[in-house]
């Protein structure tokens, strides 16, 4: 087994470096985060960063990189206090993949790659009107994170869609049935098999 130090990973090419330590959680949720800005210009990026952090209420926090860059994202719910979290499918891959091209602030998107502005009522940010699994939410805190500069945002789920088909009897969602994706590193992307639901653990009961 190979072991990578501190200073391996601080002498690492930068490419490589991040390929490595985005990696180091293994497979993650990915999905288009949309928002729009006061102006009506909207945005759409892929974020794999999406945690639950709890059910009541029921909260959802993203991480958004340091802003040596424009964060058109981070700055857009800032301004508006509401974003969009769209799931992937495989149909929407490659399209989605594609907005995590750095496109000026003037270039939607969405129009860039073709996909789909989808609105709901008194709701600023634009659903990926292609996803089958989208999610509303309100920010509620920004917390930033000194170690890296980067910040925590977290939001309140205020909408959920999805197909009636994909409810589960116990409450949970079919992410296979949805053909929703996971990811690693930068560009890797994977499907979700089931492996088995188990009984909830308890002290009394071996494994």
């Known amino acids: 087994m190979q ?12 490419l490589s470096r ?10 993650k949720p990915i999905a288009l985060i ?5 102006a009506g210009r909207s945005n759409l990026a892929p974020f794999s960063s999406i945690i639950h952090l709890g059910s009541v209420p029921a909260l959802l926090g993203m991480v958004s990189r ?15 206090g509401e974003w969009t979290i769209n799931h992937l499918h495989s149909e929407i891959l490659a399209a989605a993949h594609q907005c995590s091209a750095r496109y000026p602030r003037e270039v939607s998107e969405f129009v860039a790659t073709g996909l789909t502005e989808h609105y709901e009522a008194d709701f600023t940010a634009p ?14 805190e920004i917390i930033p994170i000194p170690s890296n500069g980067t910040r925590l ?9 999805v197909a009636e088909q994909a409810l589960l009897e116990h409450g949970g969602i ?6 929703c994706l996971a990811s690693t590193a930068l560009d890797t992307y994977f499907r979700v098999l089931p ?10 009961i071996s494994a």
């Open 3 to 14: 072991t990578f130090t501190t200073a391996d990973l601080d002498g690492m090419e930068k």
């Open 18 to 27: 991040v390929q490595l330590a985005t990696s180091l959680p293994g497979v």
């Open 34 to 38: 949309g928002t729009k800005d006061r």
């Open 66 to 80: 340091p802003d040596s860059v424009d964060r058109h994202t981070l700055s857009n719910l800032v301004e508006t």
């Open 127 to 140: 659903f990926v009107a292609e996803s089958r699994f989208r999610i509303g939410m309100k920010l509620e």
């Open 153 to 161: 945002i977290v939001g309140r789920v205020v909408m959920v869609q």
């Open 174 to 179: 079919d992410l296979v049935g949805l053909d």
């Open 195 to 204: 492996l088995a639901r188990l009984a909830h653990a308890k002290p009394d």
